[in-house]
């Protein structure tokens, strides 16, 4: 489960090459997230087309160096590298970054293994804001379907490897947040970590727009979720008690932690016996 404390982060000023407006302009945009842990940085070709909204999200965050100098602050192996959310002030806890507003669902992709997606709150399906994970598996099984589907945004074309080295690293806990890797000999400890250096962080040492072309996606398959989300309103059919209607869908299902989708079943359960009940009556 994506929480807040999952939410969205991996994270030396650079200079931005891409203006806002040619973000939006552009069919697929290449960005390059440099990170303290390699001399390479890792490139991601974003689907502008298809998830417009969450591009043009992530975008506006690089173009005001948002993600420079955070650090990435949870990485669960065979499993995901997330980012996007916190900094380090020179002491614990580590600094949480402060969001824009959320941006809507787009679950159009679904979450295989090199591809990146938005981090977002618990049972909240429209909650995603600066947070990010890269996806070091198949997990499609779960996040496709969870939370109204996980939003995939782009595809690791370069850099990888290096996303799968942050999850091999010592994994330490500070206050709330779990699995922050940590750069330490293999003789240290997380326990060594009370008081630790930058150094001792993966950071996230710029974001940048690497290739601003019209068209940069044709030599990319990327795979389509198998849960559709009929009406376009951001929440998959299965977790939408009206997947007809795109200006309705079951709120209540955000307010319960862990309840997934039960709250959206039993809606139409109860639809559906609404719906009986009345046949009988007419007849």
């Not at 600066?130 to 996980?150: E, I, V």
């Not at 799968?164 to 240290?188: H, W, Y």
């Not at 993966?202 to 979720?225: A, G, H, M, Q, R």
């Not at 849960?227 to 008690?241: H, K, W």
């Given at each position: 489960?994506?929480?807040?404390?999952?939410?969205?982060?991996?994270?030396?000023?650079a200079a931005l090459?891409?203006?806002?407006?040619?973000?939006?302009?552009?069919?697929?945009?290449?960005?390059?997230?440099?990170?303290?842990?390699?001399?390479?940085?890792?490139?991601?070709?974003?689907?502008?087309?298809?998830?417009?909204?969450?591009?043009?999200?992530?975008?506006?965050?690089?173009?005001?160096?948002?993600?420079?100098?955070?650090?990435?602050?949870?990485?669960?192996?065979?499993?995901?590298?997330?980012?996007?959310?916190?900094?380090?002030?020179?002491?614990?806890?580590?600094?949480?970054?402060?969001?824009?507003?959320?941006?809507?669902?787009?679950?159009?992709?679904?979450?295989?293994?090199?591809?990146?997606?938005?981090?977002?709150?618990?049972?909240?399906?429209?909650?995603?804001?600066?947070?990010?994970?890269?996806?070091?598996?198949?997990?499609?099984?779960?996040?496709?379907?969870?939370?109204?589907?996980?939003?995939?945004?782009?595809?690791?074309?370069?850099?990888?490897?290096?996303?799968?080295?942050?999850?091999?690293?010592?994994?330490?806990?500070?206050?709330?947040?779990?699995?922050?890797?940590?750069?330490?000999e293999t003789s240290?400890?997380?326990?060594?970590?009370?008081?630790?250096?930058?150094?001792?962080?993966?950071?996230?040492?710029?974001?940048?727009?690497?290739?601003?072309?019209?068209?940069?996606?044709?030599?990319?398959?990327?795979?389509?979720?198998?849960?559709?989300?009929?009406?376009?309103?951001?929440?998959?059919?299965?977790?939408?008690?009206?997947?007809?209607?795109?200006?309705?869908?079951?709120?209540?299902?955000?307010?319960?932690?862990?309840s997934g989708g039960?709250?959206?079943?039993?809606?139409?359960?109860?639809?559906?016996?609404?719906?009986?009940?009345?046949?009988?009556?007419?007849?």
């Amino acid at each position: 489960m994506f929480t807040q404390t999952l939410k969205k982060s991996l994270l030396l000023p650079a200079a931005l090459t891409c203006s806002l407006g040619l973000s939006y302009a552009a069919n697929a945009t290449i960005v390059e997230i440099k990170t303290s842990l390699s001399t390479e940085s890792i490139k991601v070709n974003l689907f502008d087309t298809t998830t417009p909204e969450t591009v043009n999200n992530f975008l506006t965050y690089l173009n005001d160096g948002h993600y420079n100098n955070s650090v990435v602050h949870r990485a669960v192996p065979d499993f995901i590298v997330q980012a996007g959310g916190y900094s380090f002030s020179g002491e614990w806890p580590l600094t949480a970054l402060v969001p824009n507003s959320s941006v809507k669902n787009e679950p159009v992709y679904s979450n295989v293994k090199g591809t990146i997606a938005m981090a977002k709150k618990g049972n909240s399906v429209h909650s995603a804001t600066n947070q990010w994970f890269f996806n070091l598996k198949d997990n499609s099984s779960n996040l496709d379907r969870q939370n109204g589907g996980f939003t995939v945004f782009g595809q690791v074309i370069e850099g990888l490897d290096i996303v799968e080295r942050i999850a091999q690293l010592k994994l330490c806990t500070s206050g709330s947040l779990e699995g922050i890797p940590m750069v330490i000999e293999t003789s240290q400890t997380c326990a060594d970590m009370s008081a630790p250096g930058l150094e001792n962080f993966v950071v996230i040492e710029y974001v940048n727009i690497f290739d601003s072309s019209p068209v940069t996606d044709n030599d990319l398959v990327p795979l389509k979720s198998k849960e559709p989300d009929s009406d376009g309103d951001g929440v998959i059919d299965i977790a939408d008690a009206f997947p007809s209607d795109p200006n309705k869908y079951l709120k209540e299902a955000d307010v319960a932690e862990g309840s997934g989708g039960s709250m959206t079943w039993f809606a139409l359960v109860m639809l559906a016996l609404a719906s009986t009940r009345k046949h009988l009556f007419k007849s």
